[in-house]
């Protein structure tokens, strides 16, 4: 059964705790991306990577880390410094970046309380 | 950097009614594709569409890609309650190294009974 997890699906938190969201994909694919989506909003990029050790800011990565030590894993973690990290967090992966068709995991809500 | 608009931001319509949403970037693209999202789900790739004026056709999607390649549309005719959720284009310039697809901001579609 290929594809890209996520888990949990739901996590709570108390603020200023430091939380990691897991993304797992056997797809076999380069790149994985994560993405950041409030209610009623649209996908905005956090970080993403298309190769092993390697990884790009996205456009709201202030408050977040990541790391990309084997191909299949690609773990975000969201820091204290993240001012409203409540939201709904997307992570996926395509073959080899750039234009290629992105599959996306289910999805982990995270709620801090 | 590149940004991708997407209007309208909400629709409403009757069931059996047409439904339109437009996207629009401020750069000329190499190519464009198409996400659905259902309520609570994740994003999953519909369509891509490459070449200038390019029209590709789903069932009751019709799918088009502008002359200038920096606009599409996704028409849905005859809506049904199946067809409820945001719908994200998402395009990528070309010659540009390592440029990744950027999101656009997403329609909601909900479905009057």
């Known amino acids: 059964d290929g594809g890209i997890t996520q888990s949990p699906k739901y996590l709570f938190r108390k603020e200023g705790q430091n939380v990691t969201l897991s993304c797992e994909q056997n797809?076999?694919?380069?790149?994985m991306y994560w993405y950041r989506q409030d209610p009623g909003q649209g996908l905005r990029l956090i970080y993403y990577s298309q190769i092993v050790n390697d990884f790009q800011k996205g456009d709201i990565a202030e408050g977040y880390s990541v790391s990309r030590e084997k191909k299949e894993s690609f773990p975000l973690t969201v820091t204290s410094a993240q001012k409203n990290p409540t939201a709904f967090y997307l992570c996926?992966?395509?073959?080899?970046?750039?234009?290629?068709?992105?599959?996306f995991g289910p999805g982990t809500r995270l709620t801090v309380l | 950097g590149q940004q991708v608009m997407q209007i309208p931001q909400y629709q409403h319509v009757q069931e059996g009614e047409d439904f339109t949403t437009y996207c629009n970037s401020s750069t000329t693209l190499s190519n464009i594709q198409w996400y659905k999202q259902r309520p609570g789900g994740h994003p999953v790739f519909l369509i891509q569409?490459?070449?200038?004026?390019e029209v590709k056709k789903q069932k009751r999607l019709t799918f088009q890609f502008g002359e200038a390649k920096k606009n599409s549309s996704l028409h849905i005719t005859a809506t049904q309650t199946t067809d409820v959720g945001t719908y994200f284009c998402a395009g990528h310039r070309s010659n540009f190294g390592n440029e990744k697809l950027t999101f656009g901001t997403g329609t909601r579609l909900t479905i009057i009974p």
């Open positions: 996926a992966s395509s073959r080899s970046g750039g234009a290629d068709t992105q599959y």
């Open positions: 797809l076999n694919h380069d790149a």
């Open positions: 569409l490459v070449k200038s004026g």
